[in-house]
């Protein structure tokens, strides 16, 4: 499930005040495999994102009911989204894994606190502290960057939790030439072609190289993770999705 990853990270419209987006991801050798939701409600001084992605079909039988639930939680200052929280879950029939982020930007630092459960007992808890400080994590950045992505040339460098695991670094990439080209061959769909790179291993994607198509509103029309061994193209399609304003 981890490669609904790619087509949570940009699913909303920063001058919305809910959002709600829906996808279905397919496996190129194993049709649908599961989908994706993300909401976010936002008003002046506070804003919630919560996105979640279940195995569906035989890949849920297979993976014991999947789910995986992202949450950024925190304040709205001069417009922007400030987290002060962030949290990722992972959980199948048997096993639950929560992993929380805990912002303290007037010191500079990020604290972590792992829990592990088993069965529906807790069976080990970790404290720490992240190897770096960013100011955002992949929630709250697409949200922060979503107006300058349409107008993007080149390469730019982003920091989030979420990214690189040492320093959070986030790549993201305007296609000109023959690679816009190509992908617009591959992804047939009008848009704003975008790559993000997340610097973590994806199954057999070295770097998490994510090819997205952004619609005029900002949200994720299409995302592919490709190749990857033993499953093919990994796709990702925006089958639904509501602005309210």
């Known amino acids: 499930m981890r490669p609904l990853?790619?087509?949570?990270?940009?699913t909303?419209?920063?001058?919305?005040?809910?959002?709600?987006?829906?996808?279905?991801?397919?496996?190129g050798l194993f049709g649908r495999v599961?989908?994706?939701?993300a909401k976010m409600e936002q008003n002046a001084t506070g804003y919630r994102?919560?996105?979640?992605?279940?195995?569906?079909?035989l890949a849920g039988v297979l993976s014991g009911?999947?789910?995986?639930?992202?949450?950024?939680?925190?304040?709205?200052?001069?417009?922007?989204?400030?987290?002060d929280y962030f949290v990722k879950i992972r959980q199948n029939r048997n096993k639950r894994s929560v992993k929380e982020f805990f912002f303290?930007?007037?010191?500079?630092?990020?604290?972590?606190?792992?829990r592990n459960y088993k069965k529906g007992k807790l069976v080990a808890t970790t404290h720490s502290k992240l190897p770096y400080y960013a100011p955002n994590d992949l929630l709250s950045l697409?949200?922060?960057i979503a107006p300058t992505l349409h107008t993007l040339q080149g390469q730019q460098r982003f920091y989030a939790v979420g990214g690189d695991r040492n320093s959070g670094a986030v790549d993201i990439i305007a296609p000109t030439g023959k690679e816009l080209?190509?992908?617009?061959?591959?992804?047939?769909?009008?848009?704003t072609y975008l790559i993000a790179v997340i610097h973590q291993k994806i199954f057999a994607s070295k770097e998490g190289r994510l090819y997205i198509v952004l619609d005029s509103d900002g949200i994720a029309k299409k995302a592919l993770l490709k190749d990857v061994i033993l499953f093919g193209d990994i796709v990702g399609k925006l089958v639904e999705k509501k602005v309210h304003p």
């Open 5 to 10: 990853l790619f087509v949570l990270i940009c």
């Open 12 to 27: 909303a419209v920063l001058l919305a005040h809910e959002v709600e987006a829906l996808y279905k991801v397919r496996y």
């Open 34 to 37: 599961g989908i994706a939701q």
């Open 49 to 57: 994102i919560v996105v979640e992605g279940k195995a569906t079909g």
């Open 65 to 83: 009911g999947r789910i995986e639930r992202y949450e950024s939680r925190g304040r709205v200052v001069d417009g922007k989204l400030v987290p």
């Open 104 to 114: 303290n930007h007037a010191k500079g630092e990020v604290t972590i606190t792992k």
């Open 142 to 144: 697409y949200f922060n």
């Open 181 to 191: 080209a190509k992908l617009k061959r591959l992804l047939k769909v009008d848009g």
